[in-house]
């Protein structure tokens, strides 16, 4: 009797299933290749590069593109894609203004289908193929540069016809190329500074300057505080930031203790980590007992009016000479 009833209820289902699937369609936007090694790109060169953009869709669907960083887990790897590739020969600096479209957007047009075939001897089909302009400026940072391609379908339910969802799964193109030169990664920390920002926190500031050749993220991986006894008291984290050849950031982390922080002689010891390496350095600090930061200064909405000094000259002046003809 339980089979019967659990066979009445499936078919019963089965419809409403099929209703479901037919109101949501999934759409892919595929991409060829999709990821590109450009070599070395001297500076003040620029290049084209092409890729091939394919689409599923039984419909016309336009597609922008738009340059973004890639995700730091790439920058880590020693291979992106096919390609052999070295983190330690990283340059981190911006080339979102290196990045032109010619045209923007394409359309994918499922009537509009071409076949190429590969290198590999294999045939590709797709629906337009893009292109990327890369201009690499006369003092760009030697080294490998990274970047990525997004690609952001624009969908028109109206022309998909039904009042169906769709889904869609979208690739992203990632680029790299060299730019010559020998690439430097280095850093390090040049002073350690505390500051009382009330009784029970503190700021610890790290001055970490970057002395390699290629730009950097470096972040204040640990900060260390130990007591005049060379106890431990206290390890936290702090700030990431980007860092230019030859720069100097100012890289806080925060030690707040409901308890209250005694004031009194300490040894921090600060490490700043970046693709590469990393820097470590102490030193014996003095946390003071009063606040020693700098307090907002609250602006009032309607400042007072003040009489400028001029006119209080002229004014009594002309009093004065008031009373001397009236004499």
């Avoid at 009797?1 to 066979?7: D, V």
Wanted: glycine share 8%.
């Amino acid at each position: 009797m339980q089979t019967k009833t659990l066979r009445k209820l499936f078919l019963a289902i089965i419809p409403v299933l099929l209703f479901l699937s037919s109101l949501v369609h999934a759409i892919g936007i595929g991409i060829s290749p999709g990821v590109i090694y450009l070599g070395y790109v001297p500076r003040g060169k620029t290049v084209e590069v092409h890729f091939y953009l394919i689409s599923n869709a039984n419909y016309a669907i336009p597609v922008y593109l738009s340059y973004i960083p890639v995700h730091v887990d790439i920058l880590n790897r020693k291979k992106i894609g096919p390609y052999k590739f070295d983190p330690k020969e990283l340059s981190e600096e911006s080339i979102s203004s290196w990045i032109k479209f010619p045209l923007n957007p394409y359309i994918l047009d499922p009537k509009n289908v071409k076949v190429i075939k590969l290198p590999d001897g294999t045939e590709l089909k797709y629906n337009s193929k893009a292109t990327f302009l890369i201009s690499v400026p006369k003092d760009a940072e030697p080294g490998y540069h990274v970047g990525a391609i997004n690609i952001v379908p624009k969908l028109n339910t109206k022309i998909g016809g039904g009042t169906g969802v769709a889904t869609v799964g979208v690739a992203r193109l990632i680029f790299f190329f060299r730019v010559p030169g020998v690439v430097q990664r280095t850093g390090k920390i040049i002073d350690i500074e505390v500051d009382r920002l009330s009784k029970d926190e503190i700021r610890v500031d790290v001055l970490f300057k970057n002395t390699g050749t290629v730009t950097m993220t470096a972040s204040l991986a640990n900060v260390v505080i130990y007591d005049s006894y060379g106890h431990k008291i206290k390890a936290f984290s702090g700030s990431i930031k980007k860092v230019a050849p030859g720069q100097t950031v100012i890289m806080s982390a925060y030690w707040r203790d409901p308890a209250g922080i005694k004031p009194g002689e300490a040894k921090i010891t600060g490490t700043v980590k970046y693709l590469g390496g990393k820097t470590t350095s102490s030193k014996k600090v003095y946390i003071p007992a009063e606040v020693t930061a700098p307090r907002a200064i609250k602006i009032s909405a309607k400042p007072k009016r003040t009489v400028p000094w001029w006119l209080i000259i002229m004014i009594l002046s002309l009093i004065g000479l008031y009373i001397y003809w009236k004499m």
